[in-house]
T-cell receptor
Framework: DQQVKQNSPSLSVQEGRISILNCDYT??????FLWYKKYPAEGPTFLIS?????DKNEDGRFTVFLNKSAKHLSLHIVPSQPGDSAVYFC??????????????FGQGTTLQVKP | NAGVTQTPKFRILKIGQSMTLQCTQD?????MYWYRQDPGMGLKLIYY???????DKGEVPNGYNVSRSTTEDFPLRLELAAPSQTSVYFC?????????????FGPGTRLTVL
C-alpha cells in the first residue's frame, strides 16, 4: 500500500519557467510533509517542509502548498534553473504520539530544467 | 563538521555472505535511521534508533540487524546476503530546529548481491 504517491515519474521545463511537482497521500494521520532533492550518487538533501496546520510555506524560489481535504501537496519552483535538475522526493510523517520522525517517501519525480 | 558519513561507498557480495554497513554522524543527533532505495522507488525505512541503546524496526527490517552503542554510530548488519538486498542504502540523522524537523542523509552505500 503506497501511502505517499508521486504519479509523475518525470517533468521537463524550460529555464526560467515554473516547475510544479505533485504528491498525493492516503494516510490522514500524516501531519508533517517534506520535500527532498537528490542528485545522482548523493544522498537526499532537505529542501522545504510544511506542517499540516499551514497551507503554504515559502523559502526563496521554493514554495510548498498543502491541500489537506484533497490529501495533496505540491512544490513550486520559480524560476527554474538548470541546477534544479534532480530527483525530487515527497515524504510524510506522523509527529503525534512518540514522534519518532519516521518518514514515508514517494517514488520520486525526475525534474529536468532545460537551458 | 562532516555530517553523516557512510562506508563503504560500493560493495559486491556473494549470496550468503555477511557485511556491516557503517554510519557515523558528528552532529550529536539522537535519532538515526537506515533506508534502502530500490531503482525507481522511494526510500523505505529499515531500522531506526531514538538514542544510544534503543533501536526499532521500520517498514522493511527482514534480513537486517542494527545496534546503537554510541550516539555517533549506527551500523547496519546483513547476515545472509540475498539478491533482494541489492539496493542503495542511506543512513540519516534527525534534527529539530526552529520547528523544522528534518533528516540529514549520508552519501549512500551501493550494494550488489550476486
Amino acid at each position: 500500500d503506497q501511502q505517499v504517491k508521486q504519479n509523475s515519474p518525470s517533468l521537463s521545463v524550460q529555464e526560467g519557467r515554473i516547475s510544479i511537482l505533485n504528491c498525493d497521500y492516503t494516510n490522514s494521520m500524516f501531519d508533517y510533509f517534506l520535500w527532498y532533492k537528490k542528485y545522482p550518487a548523493e544522498g537526499p538533501t532537505f529542501l522545504i517542509s510544511i506542517s499540516s496546520i499551514k497551507d503554504k510555506n515559502e523559502d526563496g524560489r521554493f514554495t510548498v502548498f498543502l491541500n489537506k481535504s484533497a490529501k495533496h501537496l505540491s512544490l513550486h519552483i520559480v524560476p527554474s534553473q538548470p541546477g534544479d535538475s534532480a530527483v525530487y522526493f515527497c515524504a510524510a510523517s506522523v509527529r503525534g504520539s512518540g514522534n519518532t520522525g519516521k518518514l514515508i517517501f514517494g517514488q520520486g519525480t525526475t525534474l529536468q530544467v532545460k537551458p | 563538521n562532516a555530517g553523516v558519513t557512510q562506508t563503504p561507498k560500493f560493495r559486491i557480495l556473494k549470496i550468503g555472505q555477511s557485511m556491516t554497513l557503517q554510519c557515523t554522524q558528528d552532529m550529536n543527533h539522537n535519532y538515526m535511521y537506515w533506508y534502502r532505495q530500490d531503482p525507481g522507488m522511494g526510500l523505505k525505512l529499515i531500522y531506526y534508533s531514538v538514542g544510544a541503546g534503543i533501536t526499532d524496526k521500520g517498514e522493511v527490517p527482514n534480513g537486517y540487524n542494527v545496534s546503537r552503542s554510541t550516539t555517533e554510530d549506527f551500523p547496519l548488519r546483513l547476515e545472509l546476503a540475498a539478491p533482494s538486498q541489492t539496493s542503495v542504502y542511506f543512513c540519516a540523522s534527525r534534527t529539530i530546529r526552529d520547528s523544522t524537523d528534518t533528516q540529514y542523509f549520508g552519501p549512500g552505500t551501493r550494494l550488489t548481491v550476486l
